[in-house]
């Protein structure tokens, strides 16, 4: 009897840790698709373009199907939008006589382009399985993206400003010195600042085993943003230059509330992910101890 208790025991110590490791992977990975800074016009179109995802993974796996994964990668996201008698108005104006007017902004011929490029560093946790000979697998948890670089180009734009005075209910576009009239060809390059950026993402596909510790993700993903991006939110589309009024400045059409009131990144596309590192061992089975008996006993 304690010579069966005695393999038993042993059995148990060389089967649990064989049972019982985990796994671990790092690759990198390439993906792309639409990749958008996603905002809503109130006046004019918006539409997505096409960027991409690539970087390093790492992930930890607890056992077969479960597993924690983080890493680094670099997003990039373009948008453009296109508006053609778009209204802007800047109100409670003072003019060189103290006279009080709002200043009306036509936009035609407008084309702007944001692009930016985030740090993105994911958390995700990861479930596969095996099912009908494919291992298939899904990701799923939160991105924090670092803006890297982000900028806004317009080009060709024709801006028409004219002031309307409240109290006569008159319109002018003239005096020039004051920034009113039409100015066309106009054609600016400006930093577009952004914060720091939250999204959920989620990925599927299948996972193709190379060589026992190599394997092929393809796969699917989604990423949307939660937070609103812009840091200069609410401000005027028109900023005019005191001293000098007839050398305004314009910036982004994504910052006055007026045209938008919300700005985030959104991506969806296809990926590849290339992996290599300790795979889980099969459990070994550990036969039982057959145990000799004397006849008649």
Known sequence: MTQQLLILSIALLVTVPLTAQTAFEFGFHAGTGLSALNYKLSQGNRKSGFGGDFGLDYTYFFNKQWGLGTGVGIGIYNSQATMNNTKSVIPGLIDEYNDVYDLRTTLDSYTEKQTATLLNIPLMLQFQTDFAGKRLYLRGGAKLGFPLRSNFQSSNATLTNKAYYIDTETESSRPAFMGLGTFTGRNVEKELPLKTTYSLA?????????????????????????????????????????????????????????FTNKMSPLAVGVTLRLAFGKTIPKKIKVPKPKIKTKKGK
């Open 202 to 258: 989620l990925e599927t596909g299948v996972k193709w085993t190379i060589e026992e510790n190599l394997s092929l993700y393809t796969g699917i993903y989604f990423d949307y943003g939660l937070n609103d991006v812009r840091k200069e939110k609410g401000q005027t589309f028109i900023k005019q230059n005191s001293t000098e009024p007839i050398n305004f400045k314009t910036g982004s059409i994504t910052a006055p509330t007026d």
